[in-house]
């Protein structure tokens, strides 16, 4: 594709999102309506980019994307990975860097096809204990719309990539229907009875599927991180990851990372009544036992 439709593509508000936001209830990571600028979910729409990227890299996403845009669209047609590649080039000197590092809950799963669209790349398997990432993922707006709207297709008869049309809409209850209205009441979403041991269903899922792709790529192009280690032992374990990654650990970003740190998290789902915490155990065993064996194997 051309540069001006590469940038149509990573520009495109997303739907979904722009609907949670409405709605009054932004995922963490959704760090522009925090600092609103002129693009708006009420009116334009928030451009896909300047959702969680740009504010990452500076207080200014919105003249950093008026930057972009005129030389980004003007880019000569070449296949989407290269337009990729060279949007992180752009970036990377625009900011004065050497090394782009992507990190996204869920891209586990996109492994297979991160690796044939960047074949240098190099990936870094940071996971958790299974019952504690299960029960985070349960008090994450963006987990449970994923599963609400797998339940609104297995109702509604639609199929895993078939968009929901207005008359698949009418066929579900209000609860599930609420949920696709362009406004919708936060409690249709975060108090919706969905048992916790779903969500660790959906965390073996992806650690499963995840470690197979991951065991695929080269010895030298891959390593893991255990939240728990990282804990532990801060310094120890960033030092090993910048080593990885191929950057220098300035004891100023050493202590910088190591004050984000959350102890607390630690052990959360332990909190649970026992027979939920029983059921989450056991939906998680399938990831947890993947994960046992492909570290043992490491």
Request: neutral net charge.
């Amino acid at each position: 594709m051309g540069g001006a439709e590469f940038w149509q593509l990573i520009t495109r508000p997303n739907e979904n999102f722009d609907r949670m936001i409405r709605s009054g209830i932004p995922a963490p990571e959704f760090l522009y309506p925090r600092r609103p600028g002129r693009f708006s979910a009420e009116t334009t729409g928030i451009p896909a980019l300047c959702m969680t990227v740009l504010p990452h890299l500076t207080d200014d996403p919105d003249g950093l994307f008026d930057e972009l845009a005129p030389r980004v669209s003007a880019w000569p047609g070449r296949p989407v990975a290269r337009h990729y590649g060279a949007l992180f080039e752009l970036l990377a000197d625009r900011f004065g860097r050497g090394v782009v590092v992507e990190r996204s809950g869920g891209a586990l799963a996109w492994v297979p096809w991160l690796r044939e669209a960047f074949p240098g790349a190099r990936f870094v398997h940071l996971f958790r204990d299974g019952p504690d990432c299960a029960l985070s993922m349960s008090r994450h707006p963006g987990f449970r719309m994923i599963l609400r709207t797998m339940d609104a297709r297995a109702a509604s008869g639609a199929g895993p990539l078939t968009r929901l049309t207005e008359e698949h809409l009418r066929s579900l209850p209000p609860d599930l229907a609420g949920l696709f209205a362009e406004r919708f009441d936060p409690a249709l979403l975060l108090e919706a009875p969905v048992p916790v041991a779903r969500f660790g269903a959906m965390w073996s899922r992806l650690i499963t599927r995840g470690l197979t792709a991951l065991s695929r790529v080269p010895e030298g192009s891959r390593t893991s991180l255990s939240y728990g280690e990282l804990l532990d032992a801060p310094r120890r374990e960033l030092t090993r990851l910048a080593g990885f990654i191929g950057v220098e650990p300035t004891p100023d970003w050493l202590a910088a990372a190591e004050a984000t740190l959350d102890h607390g998290r630690r052990g959360a789902s332990l909190g649970l009544p026992p027979e939920e915490l029983s059921a989450l155990r056991e939906s998680c065993a399938p990831g947890t036992e993947a994960l046992r064996a492909a570290l043992a194997g490491a």
